[in-house]
């Protein structure tokens, strides 16, 4: 799923293994999140949103939004 | 909360998960060659139970540890790979020393007890799933 958890981590001037420790997931997690490799769970998704202040949608890209159904 | 927290908290459980059922099996292998094969069947089947339940419950914090994605990477490794892996064995074993040989089956035994255990985790966890069909 693309997302914006690069950016958002950049902005902030975290390391992937500090946001990890953050979020309490391995280093590898945020990895593979960022390279769009892993689609995260609705908790972590929640999560990451939560410590980020944004919207979920704002932090990953909802790929579906504009199909008819 | 403290800098690498979390992984090492990771790391505690890991290692935990790997010493702990080593240090479990390596004693009661030794205690498993002094017996009789079929004497005191009920001791050492009940004992070796105990024994296995231990091995889980000292990887139960490393489970919980876990993050979502390392988890999933664990179920489907251990899914696709211990099966086809188990299958492989299972395979040669036929072929070098046929099908009625003790080897084949007890790997036939072995992998009829991880189907067993798989559909009986699977039917627990489907009825856990259970919500208000409309």
């Avoid at chain 2, 505690?12 to 094969?37: C, E, H, N």
């Avoid at chain 2, 009920?42 to 139970?49: H, K, P």
Wanted: aromatic share 12%; charged share 15%.
């Amino acid at each position: 799923m693309k997302n914006c958890l690069r950016d958002l981590r950049k902005a902030r001037g975290l390391s992937q293994a500090e946001l990890a420790e953050a979020i309490e997931v391995s280093r590898q997690t945020i990895i593979a999140m960022e390279a769009d490799k892993y689609d995260p769970s609705l908790p972590m998704a929640y999560r990451l949103a939560a410590y980020f202040g944004v919207a979920v949608e704002d932090l990953f890209f909802n790929p579906f939004v504009g199909d008819a159904g | 909360m403290s800098q690498a927290n979390y992984s090492r908290r990771l790391r505690k459980t890991t290692l935990l998960a790997f010493l702990g059922p080593l240090a479990l099996a390596i004693p009661s292998g030794f205690l498993l060659r002094q017996v009789v094969p079929g004497e005191q069947f009920w001791l050492v089947f009940l004992a070796s139970l105990l024994v296995i339940g231990a091995a889980f419950w000292a990887c139960v914090p490393w489970w919980r540890t876990m993050d979502d994605m390392q988890k999933h990477g664990h179920m489907v490794s251990w899914y696709w790979g211990g099966m086809a892996g188990g299958m492989l064995v299972l395979a040669w074993l036929v072929a070098a020393l046929g099908l009625n040989s003790d080897q084949a089956l007890g790997a036939v035994a072995l992998i009829m007890g991880q189907t067993l255990g798989f559909l009986i985790f699977w039917a627990v966890w489907m009825l856990r799933q259970r919500g208000a069909g409309e």
